[in-house]
């Protein structure tokens, strides 16, 4: 079995129809997450997952020289941004890509698949 990193991306414009989103809303997609997490470990591909907070609140540490340089904010100044995961054992790509359906459809948001390498 292979492990597979299932990322959940937002962007700026994802950011403002989720700043939309109503409580009932947000309860639906919790609601949804929670049942596909469940079916992730009772299939026995769960391995863990988190959701992240806002990358405003993300801080960057430089300690490849003399003295560690600490500054706030990511280190990408790219628009979009990991804003969960899920960390899965799947047989194969195509097992890990039905995941991906499956969680994307639950968070209402994309979702990438990346092998981890292998020991």
Request: aromatic content about 10%; charged content about 20%; hydrophobic content about 45%.
């Amino acid at each position: 079995m292979t492990q597979y990193f299932l990322s959940v991306h937002h962007d700026e414009a994802g950011a403002a129809a989720m700043a939309e989103l109503t409580e009932a809303d947000m309860q639906r997609m919790f609601t949804q997450v929670g049942a596909f997490n469940t079916r992730l470990q009772a299939e026995g591909a769960w391995l863990f997952a988190g959701g992240l907070m806002p990358i405003e609140q993300s801080t960057c540490v430089d300690a490849t020289g003399e003295r560690p340089i600490v500054t706030d904010g990511p280190f990408s100044e790219s628009k979009e941004y990991l804003g969960g995961f899920w960390i899965i054992e799947a047989a194969d790509l195509d097992a890990a890509l039905a995941w991906a359906a499956e969680g994307s459809r639950a968070c209402e948001g994309k979702v990438e698949v990346r092998p981890f390498q292998s020991e």
